[in-house]
Structures are given as structure tokens and as C-alpha cells.
């Protein structure tokens, strides 16, 4: 099946910085999302992206396909933004599942 | 809001006993997903539907568990009897998918975390 991998595992970031996660796929997919689970369980949407770029307020993200990975970036970290960041992605020659990575957690600390 | 709706929020239960979760996907989506997480790690993958059709539920340990969709707007996951090692938060998602081979934007629900004792 799929692989996918996402990178760095942890991550400690000082309030205000900024960072990038990244997510590696072993295959062509036809849908990629990011979420978001928060230090409560809640896993959020963050985006819907199979292709291209997307910005939502400090946050935005970009999928290369054709080179099969996903980037992430946080933008002048809050705390409220820690928790765990997974990528999931649909293999387009099954259309059926999704593969999650096993995920960045991100501590901010104030 | 449109949202995926979960039933029960929290379970404590002994082992031996049967356990049901209930999940209502957001209305006009025809894919459900259950997963179930541990101690925040990954989400494995137990069964999912497609039009209320069971499409794999290899993740599923078959002697104890099963699940089913009685109608569009409900899936439940059983199971009987409980054990100790069952204890982990379930999550309900659901999705549209147009084609055999797309599956839409997936949204979660807020799990169903069980402990048995």
C-alpha cells in the first residue's frame, strides 16, 4: 500500500516563529488533506488540497503531485496551534481510503 | 453547522459488557469511516461504508466487533464482549464521493472514547 511519511516528527517552536511541516507519499493520489488535533482529541480540518496552494489566515499550504509531497506552513505560531498535524492522502488508483502519516506534534511555547 | 455527530461522547464500562457507538454522518454523505485511536497515535482504519454498503472492514477484529449502517443518516460500531485492549477513542468521519474512485473532503466527529475496566 501507500506510504506516507511525514516529517519532523516533533517540534518545539518559541511563540512567533515559524515553521514548515512536510508530507512524503509513495504514490499518485487524487485527495490530500492536513489536520489539525488539538491537545483536546478534536481533529480539525485545516485543508483540502490534492493540488496547488491554499492560505487561510496564518496558515497555508501547498501539494506538488507530480512530485508527490505536501508542505505546511505555520506562520507566527500561537500556542493554541500545538497539538498533532497529520496528512492524509486517497491512492488514485483506489479512489477509496484514506492513508494517514503518522503525524508532527507541535509544542509552542509561550 | 453541518457536523458529524457522535454518540456516546464517553464510556466506562467492565469487560464482558456490549458497547455501541453511534455516528450520523452530515447529511448527503455517502461514505463513513470508523477509526480508532490510542494514546494519541495514528488512526487505524476498521471498517467503512459507501452508500451504506460495507466496502472493508479488514481492520476490524471480527470475532468482537462489527458494524453496520441501518440507514443513510446512521452507523453504528458493536462490541461484544469488551475488553480491556478495546479501550481507545473512536472516530466516526464521513465524506462524498462522486466516483468509484474519489473520495471527498473528510470531517470528523468528536469521538467516542470508551474505557473498559
Known amino acids: 500500500g501507500i506510504q506516507v511519511e511525514q516529517s519532523p516528527p516533533d517540534l518545539i517552536l518559541q511563540e512567533g516563529a515559524n515553521s514548515t511541516l512536510r508530507c512524503n507519499f509513495s504514490?499518485?493520489?487524487?485527495?490530500l488533506q492536513w489536520f489539525h488535533q488539538n491537545p483536546w482529541g478534536q481533529l480539525i480540518n485545516l485543508f483540502y488540497?490534492?493540488?496547488g496552494t491554499k492560505q487561510n489566515g496564518r496558515l497555508s499550504a501547498t501539494t506538488v503531485a507530480t512530485e508527490r509531497y505536501s508542505l505546511l506552513y505555520i506562520s507566527s505560531s500561537q500556542t493554541t496551534d500545538s497539538g498533532v498535524y497529520f496528512c492524509?492522502?486517497?491512492?488514485?488508483?483506489?479512489?477509496?481510503?484514506?492513508?494517514f502519516g503518522t503525524g508532527t506534534s507541535l509544542t509552542v511555547i509561550p | 453547522d453541518a457536523r458529524v455527530t457522535q454518540t456516546p461522547r464517553d464510556k466506562v464500562t467492565e469487560m464482558g459488557q456490549e458497547v455501541t457507538m453511534r455516528c450520523q454522518p452530515i447529511l448527503g454523505h455517502n461514505t463513513v469511516f470508523w477509526y480508532r485511536q490510542t494514546m494519541m497515535q495514528g488512526l487505524e482504519l476498521l471498517a467503512y461504508?459507501?452508500?451504506?454498503?460495507?466496502?472493508?472492514d479488514s481492520g476490524m477484529p471480527k470475532d468482537r466487533f462489527s458494524a453496520e449502517m441501518p440507514d443513510a443518516t446512521l452507523a453504528t460500531l458493536k462490541i461484544q464482549p469488551s475488553e480491556p485492549r478495546d479501550s481507545a477513542v473512536y472516530f466516526c468521519a464521513s465524506g462524498f464521493a462522486g466516483t468509484a474512485y474519489t473520495t471527498g473532503e473528510l470531517f470528523f466527529g468528536e469521538g467516542s472514547r470508551l474505557t473498559v475496566l
Open positions: 504514490d499518485s493520489v487524487n485527495n
Open positions: 488540497i490534492p493540488s
Open positions: 461504508f459507501r452508500n451504506r454498503a460495507p466496502l472493508d
Open positions: 492524509a492522502v486517497v491512492p488514485s488508483n483506489t479512489g477509496n481510503q484514506f492513508y
